[in-house]
């Protein structure tokens, strides 16, 4: 199976800055569309960003627009979720997926990572 590593989560206070990053040991992301998912307790998880193979990028959501940037750096097989100014509401465990269709909702035919845990609070 796929093996996705996420990385780059921590607390942080209302405002700040985190950038988080995915990559996978095992094989090429090149092939593959890599998007962000988040989840907290009590809601259902929620699509973020996403970026194709072709360097297209889905917006799963309006919110993050200004504040959430996603970007794939080939030559380190890494995929990144700039995240500026962030909120409380931010807070929740963020997964990377693999999939083949940006343009899908992420679903459990996906790959995903095991997450990485974002916390914003003062």
């Known amino acids: 199976q796929v093996q996705l590593v996420e990385s780059g989560g921590g607390l942080v206070k209302p405002g700040d800055s985190l950038r988080l990053s995915c990559t996978a040991p095992?094989?090429?992301?090149?092939?593959?569309?890599i998007g962000w998912v988040r989840q907290v307790p009590g809601k259902e998880r929620e699509g973020v960003l996403c970026?194709?193979?072709?360097?297209?990028?889905?917006y799963y959501t309006n919110s993050e627009k200004g504040r959430f940037t996603i970007s794939r750096d080939n030559a380190k097989n890494t995929v990144y979720l700039q995240m500026n100014n962030l909120r409380p509401e931010d807070s929740a465990i963020y997964y990377c997926?693999?999939?083949?269709?940006?343009?899908?909702?992420?679903?459990?035919?996906?790959?995903w990572g095991q997450g990485t845990q974002v916390t914003v609070s003062s």
């Open positions: 997926i693999a999939t083949l269709y940006c343009g899908s909702a992420p679903n459990d035919s996906d790959y």
């Open positions: 970026i194709s193979s072709r360097d297209e990028i889905t």
């Open positions: 095992g094989f090429t992301l090149d092939y593959y569309g």
